[in-house]
C-alpha cells in the first residue's frame, strides 16, 4: 500500500531528525490548542457569521420540510407498485400462471442474430429435448418459484449473516414482504410486513417490524441534520407452536448439592441465534442511553429495515437471479478505484505534505 509505505518511511526520518520532530509536535499542537476561526476574526465580522447561521438554521427546517413533502410522495407511489408487487406475489406462491407473452424476455448475452442459421436450428432441437426431459424429470405439483424468498436471503450478505439453518425450513413458507408507509399527517415510519402460508412453527401470518423515523433538526445540534433517520424500531410477538422457537434452545446443567453430594440434572432456555430475532429488537430507553454494544446491534438493525426497504422488496427479483448483486459489487468496486487513484507525481500522503515543512516534505520523494 503505498499510503502506507510512504508513512513508515516519513515517520522513520522525521523520528531520525529531532528538530524536525519537534517542528512537527508545534505544528500539531498549533492545530489542536490554536484558536477557532472565529475567535480570530473581527467582532463585527464575527456578529454577520452568526447571522449567516441563523440563514443555515432556517434553511435546515426547509430541508426537513422537503423530506416530508418526498415521504408523502413515497406514499402515493407506494399505492401505484402495490399491484405489481401483488401479482409477483401471486406469481411467487403459484396463485397465478402468468401468460407466454408476459414470460418473454429478451436476454442481451443470448442474441439470437448472432447465431447461424445452422446453430439456431441446433439450439432449437437441444432446447425442446431438454424442456421435454425437464418436464418429465420436474415434479408435477410444483407451483410458482419455490424458495424465492429463501434465495434472497441466503445470496445477500447483509441476510445471509443473521440466516440459521434452522431458519431456512421456516423461510421455505414465507410469501411476500412488504412495506407500508405511515398515514398522512401522522408521524413518520415504515413497517415491514412478512406474510407466512401456515406452517408448523408458528401460528402467525403476518410478522411486522415498525421502524419511526424523525425528518426535524436537533434544537440543540440544528446542523447535525442530514435527512430522515430512523430512531426507533418495534418489533411483534410470535406465537411459537410448541417446541418449535428456535430464538430459544434447550440446555442440560447438572448440579452437586453441597450438603448431600448428589447430583441432579436442571435444564433451561437460553437465546439462540436466529434471523427471527429480528422481530425482538434491542428497546430504547427514554434517555436514549445505550451501551456501546447496544448501539452497534440498533444501527445494523436499522441498517438492515432500510436495505428491506429500499432495495430487497422493490428489486426482488434482481436480488433472486444474482444481478442486483452484481450492480452492488459493481458500485463498490467503483468506489474503491476512485479512492485508490492517485494522480501520476502526487504524494497521497496528505498528512505528510499539510504538516511538515517544505524542506521536510522532501522526504516523500514529491516536494513540488
Known amino acids: 500500500n503505498t499510503f502506507l509505505s510512504l508513512t513508515r518511511k516519513v515517520g522513520d526520518q522525521v523520528m531520525q531528525n529531532p528538530q524536525a520532530l519537534a517542528d512537527l509536535q ?3 499542537d498549533s492545530i489542536s490548542h490554536g484558536p477557532s476561526i472565529m475567535e480570530s476574526l473581527p467582532r463585527p465580522v464575527r456578529r454577520r457569521i452568526n447571522a449567516l447561521r441563523n440563514l443555515q438554521v432556517k ?9 416530508e413533502e418526498v415521504h408523502e410522495l413515497e406514499r402515493k407511489y407506494a399505492f401505484l407498485y402495490q399491484p405489481l408487487f401483488d401479482k409477483r406475489k401471486d406469481i411467487v406462491s403459484g396463485n397465478l400462471e402468468p401468460t407466454d407473452e408476459e414470460c418473454e424476455w429478451h436476454s442481451d448475452h443470448e442474441d439470437e442474430n448472432e447465431l447461424s442459421e445452422n446453430l439456431k436450428s441446433k439450439v432449437s432441437v437441444e432446447e425442446k429435448e431438454k424442456e421435454k426431459k425437464d418436464e418429465e424429470a420436474s415434479d408435477e405439483n410444483m407451483k410458482g418459484i419455490p424458495d ?7 445470496s445477500v450478505d447483509m441476510l445471509s449473516d443473521m440466516l440459521q439453518e434452522h431458519d431456512e425450513p421456516i423461510l421455505k413458507h414465507l410469501q411476500d414482504i412488504k412495506v407500508i408507509f405511515s398515514e398522512a399527517k401522522q408521524p413518520m415510519s415504515f413497517t415491514l410486513e412478512f406474510h407466512f402460508e401456515p406452517n408448523t412453527y408458528f401460528n402467525n401470518t403476518v410478522l411486522t417490524k415498525v421502524y419511526k423515523m424523525k ?6 445540534d440544528p446542523f447535525s441534520f442530514e435527512g430522515p433517520e430512523i430512531v426507533d424500531c418495534e418489533g411483534c410477538d410470535i406465537d411459537w407452536k410448541k417446541g418449535k422457537d428456535v430464538t430459544v434452545k434447550t440446555i442440560k446443567k447438572k448440579q452437586k448439592h453441597k450438603g448431600r453430594g448428589t447430583v441432579r440434572t436442571v435444564t433451561k432456555q437460553v437465546p439462540n441465534d436466529s434471523f427471527f430475532n429480528f422481530f425482538n429488537p434491542i428497546k430504547v ?23 428491506f426497504r429500499e432495495r430487497i422488496v422493490p428489486r426482488a427479483v434482481l436480488y433472486f437471479t444474482g444481478e442486483a448483486q452484481e450492480d452492488d459489487e459493481s458500485d463498490q468496486d467503483d468506489d474503491d478505484e476512485e479512492e485508490e487513484e492517485v494522480e501520476e507525481g502526487e504524494c497521497d500522503n496528505k498528512v505528510c505534505l499539510n504538516l511538515l515543512s517544505e524542506e521536510e516534505s522532501v522526504f516523500c520523494g514529491y516536494n513540488n
Open 215 to 220: 425528518s426535524e433538526p436537533e434544537p440543540d
Open 59 to 67: 434553511s435546515t427546517h426547509i430541508e426537513a420540510k422537503f423530506y
Open 285 to 307: 430507553s427514554s434517555d436514549g442511553e445505550l451501551d456501546e454494544d447496544s448501539e452497534f446491534t440498533l444501527a445494523t438493525d436499522f441498517e438492515i429495515g432500510h436495505f
Open 148 to 154: 424465492f424468498w429463501l434465495t434472497i436471503f441466503r
Open 26 to 28: 508545534d505544528r500539531l
